[in-house]
Structure formats: C-alpha cells, structure tokens
C-alpha cells in the first residue's frame, strides 16, 4: 500500500479498470464499492490476572448476491476496519472467480493471539461470536479461520452460535474433523496454490520437479504450500517468517523445517539453512517468489529488487497497485491472489455442503475436487487474459466482478 492510501483504495486501483471495461453503469459500481453491511463492537474480556481488557472486533459483509456471505476471521494488531473491509470485497471476487454459490465478507479482532492465553483467546471468542450471532448462520454468513485463527476458534464460534441458536455444524467452516470439518480443509489454501502453479507452468515455461522456490511466511499456507511443492520435486531454497529467515544454496529439507517449527516456533535458528535476513529474499535468485504471510510485502521498491521469474500470491492482497506495474513491465507474470489462495474457501465450501447434507467426502475426493474447481478457474483467467490482452490478475478481477454485477442485476438489486 502506497504511503497515506488505504487498504480499500488499492483494492479499488483493480477494481476500477475492470469496471470500465465491463461497461458497468455508474450505480451498479457503487453499489459493488460499498459494503452491504459492517459493524464494528467492543469487546470486553477478563484477563487471566483478573483484569480487564477492551479490544475491538469487527465483521464486514460485502456482497451477497451470488449466495450467503462468507469470510474468515482474522485476529491481527493490523485488522481495522479498512483491512477487513478491503479483504471482504476481495472475498466477493475470489468467490465469484471460484463460481462458488457465495458472496463475500470478512472479520477481525484488532489483537496479537500470541499475547493471549488458551482461554483469554476462548473467552474474547465467545464474546465476539455473541456480538455478532444476529448476522451469522448456514444461509446468512458463515465465517472460517483466517490470519491468527484455527480450527479451534470455530470450534468455538460454533459452540457459542449453538447455545444462542442451536446446534448447526454448518454455521462455520474450518472446524476440527471430529466436529464436522472437512478432511483436506487445514491444507487446502496451500494444495489449491500449488494446483494452480502446476496448472500454469507450462503456461510459463517452468518445471516445477527442479524449480526454486522462495516463501515469505511459513503459517499454515506457506507451510502446507512449501511441503506439497518440496513432495513434487520443487526446491525451496529460502523461508521466512516474522522472526527471521533461513537460506540455502542447495534445497532446504521442508519436513525438517517443519517439524523444527512446530517445537520451536520459529524457522529462525534451523541448523539446516543458513541464516539471512528477511528482507533479502527479493533478491535471492528463483524461478517462483511466494508471499504467504501478509499484505503489501510487494511495493514498487521491492519488486524492482525481485529475481524471481514468477510470482505465486498465496497471501491475500501481497501486491501494491505500483508493484504490479512495476512486475508487468519487468515481463514477471502474477498469480494473483483472488485465484491462488481460493483453495481454502472453495474445501469450505465443500465443508459446508457435507454439512447440510449430513454426509461426508474422503480426503481422496475432496482434493479431486478441489484440484478439478481451481485448474477450471485459473484455465477461465487464462484464457480471458489472452483474448483481452490482459493480465492474470486483470483477467481475474474482470471475471469477479462481472459475475458479482450480473447476479445483482439479475436479483433485481439495481
């Protein structure tokens, strides 16, 4: 994000020029510029001390004219009321771009997890969940975990929904198993990127079994993206997260740095790679560049400094408007955001229909499914971006929001 520009401003930089070239009327752009509804609730919780904290939630629902709003919720220092506000319209799109039968929105607590007990982060949970219950349920809003939240948490959105509604398991996604969630769900964002990337490389002239690979961010994306990309023959050769980097010459063992995360927290200090400083990963030489942690970690300055022959937007809205123009004039092409990460919306979405059918899918199934629904839509956005001339990322928002509006219309909204 451009210095004094907000959140939804860039978001808006994209939107505008597909706008214009669908040829929407005035009142059908406003109405996709402006979010349905949002609310923004204080959140007062006991600390483990006995004292007494005030933090700030907020859900914001964007469009719901394809189907009932979905969106995670993100627990984030940074997750104000413009973030949540630009990350639900994105959801709109991603849906859309996804043809899944829902619109989008978007929630978040302004707080750090990790600063917070078990059940400090239980309690603010069940406050926010009561806050907000009158806009969720099965065919209103179904949340699902997002940055700083997990499995755990909507374990308890459902349990709090349940005793002020009843019991329904469909009410969220990205549940634990054992209460309803989906087999495949916890590594779906990461399997649906890399079906993509597979899907695009010969598109782009790369070999996925000896490729190099730099992720930025080993969470649950970045982690499961680099372990299914190492299980393929591909080469990460640098990580990193919010407490350091490692690097390596060769390929760095994923399973190893996996398991060192899970007990220590960090890939900082791995005894497998050496150490470098985050921010030296633009220039580490790769044939792919995947942002998996947050937003605007791409800006003009940074992509200049890129060696990366491909971009791979695991994170949501990595890229500043000025970063892509800088990457399209460099000839670096972008999976973009909107298509890449829409693996873990799309298993929610299948976690949601075994949910109201009271059945479930195999593991075997759900990745089939999954790998079928994404490789169709990044094969539309292709196709699109070469009868248009456009790029990935503007062929992507073109068909978003063409199928957002004509649904709107359609229901008579405008």
Same mark, same amino acid.
């Given at each position: 994000?451009?210095?004094?520009?907000?959140?939804?401003?860039?978001?808006? %930089?994209?939107?505008?020029?597909?706008?214009?070239?669908?040829?929407?009327?005035?009142?059908?752009?406003?109405?996709?510029?402006?979010?349905?509804?949002?609310?923004?609730?204080?959140?007062?919780?006991?600390?483990?001390?006995?004292?007494?904290?005030?933090?700030?939630?907020?859900?914001?629902?964007?469009?719901?004219?394809?189907?009932?709003?979905?969106?995670?919720?993100?627990?984030?220092?940074? %997750?104000?009321?413009?973030?949540?506000?630009?990350?639900?319209?994105?959801?709109?799109?991603?849906?859309?771009?996804?043809?899944?039968?829902?619109?989008?929105?978007?929630?978040?607590?302004?707080?750090?997890?990790?600063?917070?007990?078990?059940?400090?982060?239980?309690?603010?949970?069940?406050?926010?969940?009561?806050?907000?219950?009158?806009?969720?349920?099965?065919?209103?809003?179904?949340?699902?975990?997002?940055?700083?939240?997990?499995?755990?948490?909507?374990?308890?959105?459902?349990?709090?929904?349940?005793?002020?509604?009843?019991?329904?398991?469909?009410?969220?996604?990205?549940?634990?198993?054992?209460?309803?969630?989906?087999?495949?769900?916890?590594?779906?964002?990461?399997?649906?990127?890399?079906?993509?990337?597979?899907?695009?490389?010969?598109?782009?002239?790369?070999?996925?079994?000896?490729?190099?690979?730099?992720?930025?961010?080993?969470?649950?994306?970045?982690?499961?993206?680099?372990?299914?990309?190492?299980?393929?023959?591909?080469?990460?050769?640098?990580?990193?997260?919010?407490?350091?980097?490692?690097?390596?010459?060769?390929?760095?063992?994923?399973?190893?740095?996996?398991?060192?995360?899970?007990?220590?927290?960090?890939?900082?200090?791995?005894?497998?790679?050496?150490?470098?400083?985050?921010?030296?990963?633009?220039?580490?030489?790769?044939?792919?560049?995947?942002?998996?942690?947050?937003?605007?970690?791409?800006?003009?300055?940074?992509?200049?400094?890129?060696?990366?022959?491909?971009?791979?937007?695991?994170?949501?809205?990595?890229?500043?408007?000025?970063?892509?123009?800088?990457?399209?004039?460099?000839?670096?092409?972008?999976?973009?955001?909107?298509?890449?990460?829409?693996?873990?919306?799309?298993?929610?979405?299948?976690?949601?229909?075994?949910?109201?059918?009271?059945?479930?899918?195999?593991?075997?199934?759900?990745?089939?499914?999954?790998?079928?629904?994404?490789?169709?839509?990044?094969?539309?956005?292709?196709?699109?971006?070469?009868?248009?001339?456009?790029?990935?990322?503007?062929?992507?928002?073109?068909?978003?929001?063409?199928?957002?509006?004509?649904?709107?219309?359609?229901?008579?909204?405008?």
């Amino acid at each position: 994000m451009a210095k004094g520009r907000s959140a939804q401003e860039d978001v808006q %930089a994209f939107f505008d020029p597909a706008a214009e070239r669908l040829g929407l009327p005035v009142g059908v752009r406003a109405m996709l510029c402006a979010p349905w509804r949002q609310i923004q609730v204080s959140l007062p919780i006991r600390r483990d001390n006995g004292d007494i904290e005030v933090f700030t939630g907020y859900r914001v629902q964007h469009n719901a004219a394809r189907g009932p709003y979905k969106g995670g919720i993100r627990y984030h220092p940074h %997750a104000d009321e413009d973030e949540v506000r630009a990350l639900a319209t994105l959801m709109s799109y991603k849906t859309a771009l996804l043809d899944i039968p829902f619109g989008g929105a978007k929630g978040g607590i302004q707080v750090d997890p990790a600063a917070l007990s078990q059940a400090e982060l239980n309690r603010l949970t069940r406050r926010y969940t009561r806050s907000i219950h009158h806009l969720l349920g099965p065919y209103r809003d179904v949340p699902a975990p997002d940055m700083g939240t997990n499995a755990q948490t909507m374990a308890w959105v459902m349990d709090e929904y349940g005793q002020l509604h009843g019991a329904n398991q469909a009410v969220v996604t990205g549940k634990p198993v054992e209460l309803g969630g989906s087999l495949g769900r916890e590594q779906a964002t990461g399997r649906g990127a890399l079906d993509v990337l597979t899907e695009a490389a010969p598109d782009l002239g790369l070999d996925l079994r000896h490729a190099r690979l730099v992720v930025q961010g080993f969470g649950n994306v970045g982690s499961w993206f680099a372990r299914l990309a190492h299980g393929e023959g591909a080469r990460v050769c640098a990580v990193s997260d919010r407490f350091g980097a490692v690097c390596s010459d060769g390929a760095i063992d994923v399973e190893a740095l996996s398991a060192y995360v899970a007990a220590t927290g960090s890939v900082a200090g791995f005894p497998g790679a050496a150490p470098c400083d985050p921010d030296d990963l633009y220039e580490v030489e790769c044939e792919v560049f995947v942002p998996a942690a947050i937003e605007n970690v791409l800006t003009e300055e940074t992509a200049r400094r890129l060696r990366a022959k491909v971009v791979l937007e695991c994170a949501n809205h990595p890229t500043t408007p000025e970063a892509d123009m800088v990457l399209n004039e460099r000839s670096i092409p972008v999976l973009p955001d909107v298509l890449v990460n829409a693996g873990g919306v799309t298993v929610s979405y299948f976690e949601w229909t075994q949910n109201l059918q009271q059945l479930s899918w195999t593991l075997e199934e759900v990745n089939q499914r999954l790998r079928a629904r994404i490789t169709e839509a990044y094969r539309n956005v292709r196709d699109t971006a070469r009868r248009e001339g456009l790029t990935l990322r503007e062929a992507a928002f073109l068909i978003g929001i063409e199928r957002v509006a004509r649904a709107a219309m359609l229901r008579g909204f405008v």
